[in-house]
């Protein structure tokens, strides 16, 4: 099974930068997309930031120009560097992935379409 774990949150002030990185492990064959997306209560999960293996990149608009995704297909991890950040990115950010091929454990290839996801690491304005 892929699984993946987000590290990098913490606490920061607006205008701090934060990276946070994505680490999937499993027998991965290919991840054809990665993206991170964010949370805050009472709100739907939303698209941060998306990268194909490829290396196209896709932004949500509030962080065009603050925010920049990037991969290491052959690590399987992803990163998002979040400069100028503002009060408003306090969210729980989560790694997924869609479209991945694996083995599981029995051997067998397996390729998912959408939906796995990471536990999420938290980004927090400490004032």
């Known amino acids: 099974q892929v699984q993946l774990v987000e590290s990098g949150g913490g606490l920061v002030q607006p205008g701090g930068s934060l990276r946070l990185s994505c680490a999937a492990s499993?027998?991965?064959?290919?991840?054809?997309?990665m993206g991170w997306y964010r949370q805050t209560p009472g709100k739907q999960r939303e698209l941060v930031a998306a990268?194909?293996?490829?290396?196209?990149?896709k932004y949500a608009d509030s962080v065009k120009g603050r925010f920049t995704i990037s991969r290491d297909n052959a690590k399987n991890t992803m990163y998002l560097q979040m400069n100028s950040l503002k009060p408003e990115d306090t969210a729980v950010y989560y790694c997924n992935t869609d479209d991945v091929s694996y083995r599981d454990d029995d051997g067998v290839v397996t390729r998912r379409y959408f939906g796995v996801w990471g536990q999420g690491t938290r980004v927090t304005d400490p004032s």
């Open positions: 499993g027998s991965i064959l290919s991840i054809n997309a």
């Open positions: 990268i194909t293996a490829g290396g196209n990149t």
